[in-house]
């Protein structure tokens, strides 16, 4: 099984700051990561498709990058809708695994 | 409108069964793979099973594989995962979501609201 292991659990952050969360795999899965943003209360959102695809609809300041097993969204300029607990998930191989989560918060 | 309602969540004591629906709308069901995803009360999620999107293929995580089947009926567009033998640990949320690519090897592009089933005695 690939194991994600996301970094930072939690980031606490000022309005208009630019975050970075990243995403590690066990092995490489090349470009088959995914990141989902999942607010209070609500479903996972798709954010991004095979590491840097933007999904659509979702705001330009989101952005994935990464290949083989370092991966990293980008939230540039956040904004206060934007605190969430964001997911990287694999898809390369079963069982399709996710990390286990970064919590972001407004400071 | 896309949309995925899933039903059929609540009290369960262990070890009896529970069977939860999926309803689809808003997209050609019948072209689309369709997984099971649940979230612990506070915790992660983790991918519980997944289907072919003409039910010939299904894809289980070890944690219910032996206990929970997903199946679905393309006349109704609706998707189903029957659970049996259920355990605490079984406690969470449950989403239908569905794969942006058919095989399953894609992100999960549509989401449900969920559904709680509880666990206990």
């Known amino acids: 099984e690939i194991v994600l292991t996301q970094s930072p659990d939690f980031q606490s952050v000022t309005p208009k700051e630019k975050v970075t969360i990243t995403c590690r795999a066990s092995q490489s899965i090349g470009s088959s990561l995914h990141w989902y943003q999942q607010k209070p209360d609500q479903s996972p959102k798709l954010l991004v498709r095979?590491?840097?695809q933007s999904f659509s609809g979702v705001p330009s300041r989101f952005s994935g990058s990464g290949s083989g097993t370092d991966f990293t969204l980008t939230i540039n300029s956040l904004e206060a809708e934007d605190v969430a607990t964001y997911y990287c998930h694999q898809s390369s191989s079963l069982p399709w695994t996710f990390g286990q989560g970064t919590k972001v918060e407004i400071k | 409108q896309v949309q995925l309602v899933e039903s059929g969540g609540g009290v369960v004591q262990p070890g009896r069964s529970l069977r939860l629906s999926c309803a689809a709308s808003?997209?050609?069901?019948?072209?689309?793979?369709m997984h099971w995803v649940r979230q612990a009360p506070g915790k992660g999620l983790e991918w519980v099973a997944f289907?072919?999107?003409?039910?010939?293929?299904?894809y289980y995580a070890e944690s219910v594989k032996g206990r929970f089947t997903i199946s679905r009926d393309n006349s109704k567009n609706t998707l189903y995962v029957q659970m049996n033998s259920l355990r605490a640990e079984d406690t969470a949320v449950y989403y239908c979501?569905?794969?942006?690519?058919?095989?399953?090897?894609?992100?999960?592009?549509?989401w449900g609201q969920g559904t709680m089933v509880t666990v206990s005695s």
């Open positions: 979501a569905r794969g942006y690519e058919s095989s399953g090897f894609d992100a999960f592009d549509i």
């Open positions: 808003g997209f050609t069901f019948s072209s689309s793979g």
């Open positions: 095979f590491a840097s």
């Open positions: 289907i072919w999107y003409d039910g010939t293929n299904e």
